[in-house]
């Protein structure tokens, strides 16, 4: 007698053996799945507004200029290591939009605001992936309310900068970034280097973890060049892209086994730009390797560096920051009440200290402005 529910198989009418169950060898390690909103949707109920798409779009061009050397400003991105508030990101944009005004001749100040973390290890991997700090992972709620907090600080007239880590979020708010980085741990990554390609927005490849820097002059290469892979469309569907390669790509130099942000390195570094034959020009990070993640030495970095900048040096066309309301971190522990505006990642400047580092640098560029 033919079993009617063969264990082996799934059976399809009229055929015994007609789909094969996989169970048993596919998706083994899945413990769930749950529906993702389609980034068309969230796009139509979190619309981009005339005045902030306007805003991305001035802030882009003045970017690339800067970048092509038609812009003597610095590109000055400055923020939190990582959003895990927005209430208090969107403090700390009032008081960065509002600092801007007497900024604006000598810098182009972009808000950090860095929804995804990549770990070493495990551990809170950002706003987007755990938006409520509990590891609920409501990532649907998380994208929401990134887009959300992009669209009121765009509304200020502050642009943002983030790092894309996740190779389908950019479908969800790429519309609303102004740059854009890849870390260092992913520079490599040729999945990253396609998507940069095909972003509208400036990217910052980061050194190798190691420090060093040809890996990321390769990424400037390739992400300066056409591409056609695999990715995720507005509605959600699975698609091939071909993108046209973006040529408003640069490298960071963000220290590795020793800071790279001194006068040799960034010799060192113009030398391998030199030889790839791309433009010899780097933006340098004050935290991560080159501040031993020591968030007050961020202010002798950038004291050095703006003592070059006000000697002539034009290569340096930017600098980063991580830089909160208040000095330091903390760590995240169930349970147990967060402290205002300090950091949940890495630490951070206060915003005192880095309202001075503001205006030392804006100094620094009109003193080589007057200098010729």
């Given at each position: 007698m033919t079993r009617i529910d063969d264990p082996r198989h799934d059976s399809e009418a009229g055929r015994a053996e007609a789909t094969l169950d996989t169970t048993r060898i596919d998706d083994t390690r899945i413990a769930a799945v749950r529906a993702l909103v389609s980034p068309a949707v969230l796009l139509e109920d979190l619309a981009v507004t005339p005045a902030v798409e306007q805003l991305?779009?001035?802030?882009?061009?003045?970017?690339?200029?800067?970048?092509?050397?038609?812009?003597?400003?610095?590109?000055?991105?400055i923020g939190p290591c990582s959003i895990h508030d927005s209430?208090?990101?969107?403090?700390?944009?009032?008081?960065?939009?509002?600092?801007?005004?007497s900024l604006a001749d000598a810098l182009l100040p972009v808000m950090r605001v860095y929804f995804e973390k990549?770990?070493?290890?495990?551990?809170?991997?950002?706003?987007?992936?755990?938006?409520?700090?509990?590891?609920?992972?409501?990532?649907?709620?998380?994208?929401?309310?990134?887009?959300?907090?992009?669209?009121?600080?765009?509304?200020?007239?502050?642009?943002?900068?983030?790092?894309?880590?996740?190779?389908?979020?950019?479908?969800?708010?790429?519309?609303?970034?102004?740059w854009g980085a890849i870390g260092a741990r992913t520079t490599e990554s040729q999945s990253h280097r396609q998507l940069a390609s095909g972003l509208s927005c400036p990217v910052g490849f980061k050194n190798g973890t190691d420090g060093?820097?040809?890996?990321?002059?390769?990424?400037?290469?390739?992400?300066?060049?056409?591409?056609?892979?695999?990715?995720?469309?507005?509605?959600?569907v699975a698609a091939i892209f071909e993108t046209r390669g973006n040529a408003d790509c640069h490298v960071i130099l963000?220290?590795?086994?020793?800071?790279?942000?001194d006068a040799a390195a960034v010799d060192a570094a113009c030398e391998v730009l030199r030889r790839a034959g791309l433009r010899e020009q780097v933006m340098i990070d004050c935290s991560h390797a080159?501040?031993?993640?020591?968030?007050?030495?961020?202010?002798?970095?950038?004291?050095?560096?703006?003592?070059?900048?006000?000697?002539?040096?034009?290569?340096i066309v930017g600098v980063m920051v991580e830089s909160h309301l208040h000095e330091g971190r903390q760590e995240l522990r169930a349970g147990q009440a967060l402290r205002e505006g300090v950091s949940i990642t890495d630490a951070c400047l206060g915003w005192e200290h880095s309202l001075a580092l503001l205006h030392d640098l804006a100094a620094c560029v009109r003193a080589r402005r007057a200098g010729g």
């Open positions: 991305v779009e001035q802030a882009r061009a003045d970017i690339a200029r800067v970048l092509r050397g038609d812009d003597d400003r610095l590109i000055v991105v209430a208090q990101a969107l403090e700390y944009a009032a008081r960065l939009h509002e600092a801007r005004a990549p770990r070493t290890t495990v551990g809170w991997k950002g706003f987007i992936n755990d938006p409520r700090l509990d590891g609920s992972f409501r990532i649907n709620e998380g994208l929401r309310r990134a887009r959300e907090l992009l669209l009121q600080i765009g509304e200020m007239g502050l642009p943002a900068g983030t790092e894309f880590l996740d190779l389908l979020s950019p479908q969800y708010f790429s519309d609303l970034i102004a060093g820097v040809q890996v990321a002059a390769d990424a400037v290469v390739a992400a300066g060049a056409p591409h056609a892979s695999m990715g995720m469309t507005k509605m959600g963000r220290g590795g086994r020793q800071p790279n942000y080159n501040s031993s993640k020591q968030p007050l030495r961020q202010i002798e970095v950038a004291a050095d560096i703006g003592r070059r900048i006000a000697s002539g040096e034009r290569r």
